[in-house]
């Protein structure tokens, strides 16, 4: 079995790790973000990579970046050189977010391994799952492809299509697809490290602009949804030109501007509200700006359904919200709290 340095951050990491683990490969060390202060109170906590490595004794690194850049560590040099002195076979990333120094990569036999999740070159970049969902995809997958000097540029090694659920939100299929993910890895890398030769080959500059698919990291602004915007969800409206320009700011239609696709005209707004609802699952969530007696408050979409109102129509249920500084509402309440609205 190869010997591996495992580098990843959240939950989505620990399907592979465990199961790379559960497997017998060697663990010599996992390399995760550091601690970070969560919740109203700030407390500091590592990471699940990390809390996972504590519990089975094995060592964590948790290299600082510099000016929030994940390029560039604050000490690149003696990361690489603790990695290099453990002799592992090969480097395994899921879900990292941060580069893999280069000169690490190039001092490893068999160099490094990226599970990401979506159909390279399609999808690169570090939401991949989040933007499927919200243009409408009906098919992903996982690739397994080599580390490179860019981001998901490296040689594709492997990969597996999935399809995407109507009623699959981005936790759901990212689940899935590290799962995917996980046991590519098993099947493939004893016989991947024997071969010993690092892939250096990249995707070349133009197959990545040809794919349009840059996919940006997920801000807690991309959650907003004008008010305007989803009364024309609820009442069943359709996406317009005149709907493309009124609402070119809002992440989700200028993300299709972005990429010249204009796949979504004539589509119910309230059928991409539910889309970017389930991409936006758990975070950032979709929230919005009400006035309630001419003052204006912050109101979060908790739970939402289509309901058809014609053949090709439908539009958006709210099933349950809540008010800044209120506790959530849920049915008959939602639909009286909703007529108090100003906006």
Do not use: C
């Amino acid at each position: 079995m190869p010997r591996l340095v495992f580098f990843g951050t959240p939950t989505y990491s620990l399907i592979v790790l465990k199961r790379l683990y559960e497997t017998g490969f060697p663990l010599l060390a996992v390399v995760t973000k550091p601690a970070q202060p969560v919740g109203r109170n700030k407390e500091l906590t590592i990471t699940p990579v990390a809390e996972w490595a504590k519990a089975h004794s094995i060592r964590a690194f948790t290299p600082e970046v510099t000016g929030g850049k994940p390029w560039q560590y604050a000490h690149e040099a003696e990361l690489t050189q603790d990695i290099v002195n453990l002799k592992p076979d090969i480097l395994v990333v899921a879900d990292y977010a941060q580069k893999i120094p280069v000169q690490l990569i190039a001092q490893i036999k068999a160099g490094g391994l990226n599970v990401h999740p979506s159909l390279l070159p399609k999808y690169r970049g570090p939401a991949p799952v989040p933007w499927a969902i919200v243009h409408g995809e009906t098919e992903t997958g996982v690739s397994i492809v080599t580390l490179a000097e860019e981001f998901d540029s490296g040689k594709i090694i492997a990969q597996e299509k999935e399809t995407i659920l109507s009623t699959d939100t981005t936790h759901t299929l990212l689940t899935r697809l590290f799962k995917k993910g996980a046991e590519l890895l098993v099947t493939l890398l004893p016989e991947y490290t024997r071969q010993s030769n690092q892939q250096t080959e990249q995707l070349d500059n133009e197959t990545m602009q040809q794919s349009f698919s840059y996919t940006p990291r997920l801000r807690r602004e991309d959650g907003f949804i004008p008010w305007e915007f989803i009364k024309a969800a609820l009442q069943g409206e359709e996406i317009s030109q005149s709907t493309i320009q009124q609402f070119s700011n809002i992440t989700i239609v200028k993300s299709f501007l972005d990429r010249k696709n204009t796949s979504f005209t004539s589509t119910p707004v309230a059928v991409l509200l539910d889309r970017a609802f389930r991409a936006f699952h758990p975070w950032p969530g979709i929230w919005t700006k009400v006035k309630l007696n001419q003052e204006e408050k912050r109101l979060k979409i908790l739970s939402l359904h289509l309901q058809a109102i014609s053949y090709k129509l439908q539009a958006l249920v709210l099933d349950e919200v809540q008010l800044e500084g209120k506790q959530p509402i849920k049915g008959r309440d939602v639909t009286n709290f909703l007529k108090q609205l100003t906006a």
